[in-house]
């Protein structure tokens, strides 16, 4: 049996389980670098925390990680010592701003960017050690269309795609969500327009990107909003610190707390359907098991 196909199995073997916290797994992807994927990532989760989630970072960038760096948090561990067996994913999670949970991957180990089936299986199952209570999991995606995006963004219930007003950035997003409908039935997206220098050039890019996949493929975009292009978003960065926290009536702040805002009215899952819900409800069950930690 393949690694993937027992992913599935055990993933069907659990959907009897009465989850009482559902969970909203939401995979942040891009069709290329440089486009602001995992500023946008870092400020759905501290934002989603402002508001009262219990929320989870996954950077699932596993062998280019930048989120310990973007939130100056400093692991100890990370998911190479997970892989390898040096700790538990329990020891490699950190505790970021506003108490997001971040799960921190590796920067600069290619040997993070090429998992075989069977470490990526391991990894996926190494998620049943948590205890953690969370109600939404920011899964931070590597760019491109790698195994390992496609295994994360699969998984997810909600995929958001990051563009921006570059021609490479429309078409390598259109590649990404092509593969993942093509090839993995994945037929509903949220656009979001980062860097934007105006809401009009936001849904310009969102049309110019939608001219192509209503064409060509049989998918659902929806328009989730625009994050302006700013200049506190680079101050944030070199302060490490999310906008949404260091500077929270700048634009960009006050347009991430707008995205978050229409995040909270998607509907929320009521079982376990793809490989990362599959573990996160593992992971409310411990939870639930262990009387949750407060």
């Known amino acids: 049996m393949l690694a993937s196909e027992a992913m599935m199995d055990q993933a069907a073997g659990l959907r009897y389980i009465s989850n009482p916290q559902p969970v909203r797994v939401i995979a942040v992807t891009s069709g290329k670098g440089g486009v602001g994927k995992s500023n946008v990532s ?45 700790c538990t994913l329990e020891e490699a999670v950190v505790e970021g701003p506003v108490g997001v949970k971040i799960i921190p991957a590796a ?28 109600d939404t999991l920011i899964v931070d995606t590597a760019a491109g269309i790698s195994d390992s995006v496609t295994a994360f963004t699969r998984a997810a219930r909600e995929v958001v795609v990051v563009v921006c007003d570059e021609p490479a950035s429309i078409t390598d997003a259109y590649a990404t969500i092509k593969v993942l409908s093509r090839d993995y039935k994945v037929n509903r997206f949220h656009v979001v327009a980062n860097m934007a220098r105006s809401l009009k050039q936001g849904r310009e890019l969102f049309h110019k990107l939608t001219a192509a996949t209503d064409k060509f493929l049989d998918v659902t975009l929806e328009f989730s909003g625009v994050i302006p292009y700013d200049e ?10 999310a906008v949404v926290d260091a500077y929270p009536r700048s634009p960009a702040g006050l347009a991430f707390k707008k995205l978050v805002q229409k995040i909270e009215r998607w509907p929320i899952p009521t079982n376990a359907e793809g490989h990362l819900e599959f573990f996160v409800e593992r992971l409310i069950r411990f939870s639930t098991l262990s009387g949750g930690r407060q």
């Open 232 to 241: 506190v978003l680079i101050k944030a960065v070199r302060q490490q610190k």
């Open 107 to 134: 920067s600069g180990v290619q040997k993070m960017a090429q998992l075989s089936q069977a470490e990526h299986l391991g990894l996926v199952r190494s998620f049943s050690e948590l205890s953690e209570p969370i």
């Open 42 to 86: 870092v400020n759905i989760a501290v934002a989603m925390a402002n508001r009262g989630h219990d929320v989870m970072l996954l950077d699932a960038d596993l062998g280019l990680a930048n989120i310990d760096v973007l939130l100056d948090v400093r692991p100890r561990y990370t998911l190479e010592h997970v892989v390898s067996g040096e």
